[in-house]
Structure formats: structure tokens, C-alpha cells
């Protein structure tokens, strides 16, 4: 078996490639392991049970109130660009012309 030079950049590459990747993967494994021997796995899986029964409780917009909110917010904010810019421009030939 005779062995290309030229392709042994690429396997080391892959080699570092899935070293990487298995010890990313190691720790990952021990962390969750941890959390999980602390209790904290627990303790997150009630978080968002009890966060997605809150979340039940609330009353949620329609569509078209949705659309109003999204109009008025737009309208806002180019109304407050336009005075930022109308501001600077005014404060911006004041300075320069002192």
C-alpha cells in the first residue's frame, strides 16, 4: 500500500477535524451529566412547564390588533428619525457656522 503525500494535509485536517468535534463533544456529555446529578436538569424541565402555563394564561393579540400596534410603532419611529435628523442638520450648520 503506498501512501499519497499529497493527500496527508487533508486527512490530518479530518483527523483534527473529528478530534475536535468528540472532545467538544466529551464535555458537553460531563456538563450534562453534572447538571443532571445536581438536579438542575429538573429544575429547568419545571421552569418551562410552569412557563408555558403561564403563557396559556395570557391573552394573547388579535391580527388585527397586531397589524394597528406594528402600524403605530413604524409611524413612531420614523417620525422620531426625522426630528433626530432634523436636529442634527440644524445643530450641524449652527456649529460650522460659528
Known amino acids: 500500500m503506498v501512501l499519497n503525500l499529497n493527500r496527508t494535509p487533508d486527512l490530518v485536517f479530518?483527523?483534527?477535524s473529528w478530534t475536535?468535534?468528540?472532545i467538544?463533544?466529551?464535555v458537553i456529555g460531563a456538563l450534562f451529566a453534572y447538571?443532571?446529578?445536581?438536579?438542575?436538569?429538573k429544575r429547568l424541565a419545571a421552569y418551562?412547564?410552569?412557563?408555558?402555563e403561564e403563557l396559556k394564561k395570557c391573552s394573547w393579540p388579535t391580527w388585527d390588533e397586531l397589524k394597528g400596534s406594528t402600524m403605530v410603532i413604524t409611524i413612531?419611529?420614523?417620525?422620531?428619525?426625522?426630528?433626530?435628523y432634523v436636529v442634527d442638520k440644524v445643530f450641524f450648520a449652527?456649529?460650522?457656522?460659528?
Not at 413612531?76 to 433626530?84: D, E, K, N
Not at 449652527?94 to 460659528?98: C, H, P, S, T, V
Open 94 to 98: 449652527i456649529l460650522f457656522q460659528l
Open 48 to 52: 418551562v412547564l410552569e412557563t408555558r
Open 76 to 84: 413612531s419611529i420614523a417620525l422620531l428619525g426625522g426630528f433626530v
Open 14 to 16: 479530518i483527523v483534527n
Open 35 to 41: 447538571l443532571w446529578w445536581q438536579g438542575q436538569i
Open 24 to 26: 467538544w463533544a466529551a
Open 20 to 22: 475536535k468535534i468528540l
